[in-house]
């Protein structure tokens, strides 16, 4: 995991969450990190433990010198497209930075670019790169704290194990109870679905 990949510039890392979801928002999140910073558990969200990311996340918070997280819900979702999604997404969790960052690190292939800002899209970068792997942990972790609290509206679809993930108990559920106003039409999960009200 390497710090930063410049130390001129002020480098923020972003990352998505729930971009493969059945249900929910897109989160994401844009961290700024000390140069140097690291800590022996950072990593990847997805090759951490809940514990992990739950220990993680404050001290991302309180060690960051800035962070943000934001998120684009399902009905958006649907109007644009859940590429485009994720991209409003970061942009939106960079408005709310208040220390303007001067290059951009992006998990991924693509981004659009933000204020004529600089940005590298970097493959797997939430592995590589620090300030990426705490972004994918704040928006990690902010969403299933997200997804937790819609379970309690919508305990049928079990999002309180499966985050809003296509698990097989997700997609039996839908076959069961049909679609609920949090569920991604334009992802075609079921043919004909009735809603959920």
């Not at 010198?65 to 590429?83: C, G, R, T």
Request: charged share 20%.
């Amino acid at each position: 995991m390497q710090s930063y990949l410049q130390k001129k510039l002020i480098e923020a890392g972003l990352d998505e969450a729930g971009r493969g979801c059945y249900a929910g928002p897109v989160f994401a999140a844009a961290v700024i990190l000390p140069v140097g910073f690291n800590h022996p558990l950072l990593n990847d969200s997805k090759q951490l433990k809940e514990k992990e990311r739950d220990l993680l996340r404050p001290i991302i918070e309180k060690e960051s010198m800035a962070y943000a997280v934001a998120f684009v819900d399902n009905v958006e979702i649907d109007s644009i497209n859940i590429l485009q999604a994720s991209f409003k997404a970061m942009h939106l969790s960079l408005d709310k930075l208040y220390l303007l960052p001067e290059l951009l690190l992006i998990d991924g292939n693509c981004f659009k670019t933000y204020k004529d800002i600089p940005h590298h899209c970097i493959v797997k970068g939430d592995g590589k790169y620090a300030s990426i792997a705490a972004a994918s942990i704040l928006a990690k972790t902010y969403r299933d704290e997200y997804m937790q609290e819609l379970h309690q509206q919508f305990p049928q679809y079990g999002w309180n194990q499966n985050k809003g993930y296509g698990t097989a108990i997700h997609r039996k559920a839908i076959a069961i109870n049909g679609l609920c106003p949090h569920h991604r039409k334009s992802f075609n999960i079921i043919s004909s679905a009735e809603i959920v009200e």
